[in-house]
């Protein structure tokens, strides 16, 4: 017998949590706390004080004398120090999690120097790490208090479902193809993988240790925040012309089902089923589970053995494949409203940037949507092509240290503003270089005015030594420029602008993204283009009333 030697693992969110400024610790039996992470010095700094210790320990007191089954209490310690402690109560154990963290008001609060002195750390050098950090703002302590309390109850989740799996191993006899399928579901459950990604693993891994012909998840899109090129329906096993009607099937369950226990359904008898064909004479149902109600269905169906039902070990594996998947989504789904968060506030930064000009007013937008489609016709991934798009949207951000009246001159640019100019990629860059986010975008913001024959700036670099993703976004940063009007000239006609495209190509241009880029639909670009016209207009009048 086989036996599955590499330990489960949970995956671990500390690291992302720290450089938000957060540091969590666990409670140990003689009730003190223990670094999830070892002792550094963010630790020290948050948990060396005697007043700090002292309000953990009246925390933690509070906590354990609530007779909630989960609670989360928390507390700002002193001004820009919060502290939260997370109980939860299982009936296989109770575990307490105590977590600090800071808003950058404790740069400027009288206490920072008392946190240093306690931790016996250099008050200069901590100030200079901390303003490296990503930390949260002041307005958006509660929605961390949530967002942490959620991280931890999901992990909670994982580690209860881990303890499952080894009732199951011994109940299986440490049946190596069930431990193997519970492995790769908890080894797939990373932030970075994609919903679809993961629901495909499950679905494949459920076909290949269990004796049904088709396995099939259906996400209800409407009632969960995800990735839009999630379409909802994923199936393992092949089937054919059935593959519509099981889709439509599973909407029908998803939307109609109550509880959240597995449960088998005789799909002669369920009306759910009428019209449909191909059907073996029962269907496995789990319930995928969301914050507030049912947010899809995982379905077994054709089961290839000569057994009239799923046994109750296969039962427990399909309720526990639903389990992981209702916690994967929901941690993808507030990992997307951070995203979208994330976005929201550079395009209103860069919409703030674009308006210091009337007449450049959208263009990071169009940009932005310009590289996207090209990095598309070009076949790239779409993690490539998010970066691209955000790429986009912050190319010119450096022009918030160029001065006004040279972004908005109508006439030629004398020697000293067109070097105000040129230096807006490497200000670009030095301002978003220490946010984590912009780590592979900081080369489009650098580089999109070189050029592929050397003649550019700021390092007239040339050819295949320009990032792609600098080159991609060059190109939609030119035909922008030519497409838009600017305080010195009127638009130019779109086939005078495709004309230079093609005339650049190898010169200004990578030759090889010229042809992906002509074959863009421009539709919603010109529809784009009119909306900043119509702006532009408007404004215009708005002045000539004044």
Known sequence: MRHASKEIQIVDNDEMLRRMGVVRRSISDDG???????????????????????????????????DMNESTLSCEVIPGLHLMVFSRTTRRESTTTVAMFITNEILDSAYFEMLCQAAQLDRILVRSMLEQMNLIQPGEVDRTIEFISLLIRSEGEVSQRTNMLGDLGKQLGESYEEIHLYHSLIGSTSVSTSPMAFLTTVTDELKTVLPFSWIAIRILTDRINLPEDFDGF??????????????TVAERLALSIDGREPSIISTESDARFEGTFGFSSDVVVCPIAGDSGTIGVLLAGNDASSRDEASNIEMKLLGAASEHVSVFLRNAALYENLDSMFLGTVQAMVSAIDAKDRYTCGHSQRVAWLARELAINCGHDAEFVKRVHLAGLVHDVGKIGVPERVLSKPGRLDDDEFKAIQAHPEIGSRILRDIPQMDGIL?????????????????????????????????ADAFDAMSSTRTYRAARPRHEVLAEMNRCRGT???????????????????????GALHAFESDQEGRAAA
Do not use: C
Request: hydrophobic residues 40%.
């Open 32 to 66: 003190s706390t223990i670094p999830s992470q070892g002792a550094d010095w963010l630790d020290a700094f948050l948990f060396s004080s005697a007043p700090v210790r002292t309000r953990v320990r009246e925390m933690i007191a509070s906590t354990n004398s609530n």
């Open 443 to 475: 080369p489009a913001v650098m580089h999109h005015h070189e050029r592929w024959d050397g003649r550019g700036y700021p390092d007239a670099i040339s050819g295949e030594d320009i990032p792609l993703i600098a080159r991609i976004v060059s190109i």
């Open 234 to 247: 994923v199936v393992g096993g092949d089937l054919g012309r059935q593959h519509p009607v099981v889709s």
């Open 508 to 530: 200004q241009f990578d030759p090889d993204l010229v042809g992906p880029f002509l074959a863009i639909d421009f539709e919603e670009y010109d529809k784009m283009i009119h």
